[in-house]
C-alpha cells in the first residue's frame, strides 16, 4: 500500500513568518511530487512540482525533496493570512503507467494577522 | 485558455441510485483523472482515461465506472449509490500519461447520499 504522510495540522504561524510543510512517502521508486493548496470547499489548485533531489522556489514557494530519506517539504516565505488554507502533498508512484497520485491527507496552515 | 469543468455542482441522491457525473478537460489536455475526496482527507484515486480507455484503477469496486469520449471530455458512473459515496467527486486532466505532468483540477460535484 502506497502511502503519503502529512501532520494534520492545524499549523498556525504568525503573518510574515515562514510556513515549513513536511510530507514523507513509502514507495522508494516515487519520481514526481507535487503541491496543492486547497482552500475551504473548493478545489486543489497545484503550486509546485519537484523531480529531483535539491530545493526548487517559486516566487515566496520553496519545495525541498530529499528521496534518499523519502521526504518532501514546502516552505511559504512571508507568510500571509491568504496563505491560509490545506496544503494537500501528492507523489506519483509510477512513472510507467498512468498518473494514480496518492495524496497525502493535507496539512491545514493557519496564519494569523 | 479554458480550465477543467465539472457538472453538476451539487447533487443529492438516494441509497440504491445511480449517478452520472461530467467533466471537459481542460483546453489541450488529454487525459482526464477521477478522485474522490471524503471530508478532511485528501483525493483519493478513481481511475484514469487516456485515449477513450482506463489507463489506471485505484482501490474502487466495479460500480465505479468511466468513460472517455473523442473529445477527451469523460464521464464517472457509479451504481448502486451507498452512504459513503457522500463525498466531493474531483476531475483532473492532464497532457498525456508521464508521470511527471502535473493534474489540473477541476471545481468537484459534491455528492449527498440520502
Known amino acids: 500500500q502506497k502511502e503519503v504522510e502529512q501532520n494534520s495540522g492545524p499549523l498556525s504561524v504568525p503573518e510574515g513568518a515562514i510556513a515549513s510543510l513536511n510530507c514523507t512517502y513509502s514507495?522508494?521508486?516515487?519520481?514526481?511530487f507535487f503541491w496543492y493548496r486547497q482552500y475551504s470547499g473548493k478545489s486543489p489548485e497545484l503550486i509546485m512540482s519537484?523531480?529531483?533531489?535539491g530545493d526548487k522556489e517559486d516566487g515566496r514557494f520553496t519545495a525541498q525533496l530529499n528521496k534518499a530519506s523519502q521526504y518532501v517539504s514546502l516552505l511559504i516565505r512571508d507568510s500571509q493570512p491568504s496563505d491560509s488554507a490545506t496544503y494537500l502533498c501528492a507523489v506519483n508512484p509510477s512513472e510507467n503507467y498512468g498518473q494514480n497520485f496518492v495524496f497525502g491527507p493535507g496539512t491545514r496552515l493557519s496564519v494569523l494577522p | 485558455e479554458t480550465g477543467v469543468t465539472q457538472s453538476p455542482t451539487h447533487l443529492i441522491k438516494t441509497r440504491g441510485q445511480q449517478v452520472t457525473l461530467r467533466c471537459s478537460s481542460q483546453?489541450?489536455?488529454?487525459?482526464v483523472s477521477w478522485y474522490q475526496q471524503a471530508l478532511g482527507q485528501g483525493p483519493q484515486f478513481i481511475f484514469q482515461y487516456y485515449r477513450e480507455e482506463e489507463n489506471g484503477r485505484g482501490n474502487f469496486p466495479p460500480r465505479f465506472s468511466g468513460l472517455q469520449f473523442p473529445n477527451y471530455s469523460s464521464e464517472l458512473n457509479v451504481n448502486a449509490l451507498e452512504l459513503d459515496d457522500s463525498a466531493l467527486y474531483l476531475c483532473?486532466?492532464?497532457?498525456?500519461?508521464?508521470?511527471?505532468?502535473?493534474?489540473?483540477f477541476g471545481d468537484g460535484t459534491r455528492l449527498s447520499i440520502l
Open positions: 519537484i523531480y529531483s533531489n
Open positions: 514507495d522508494r521508486v516515487s519520481q514526481s
Open positions: 483532473a486532466s492532464s497532457v498525456g500519461t508521464g508521470g511527471n505532468q502535473p493534474q489540473h
Open positions: 483546453s489541450g489536455h488529454n487525459t
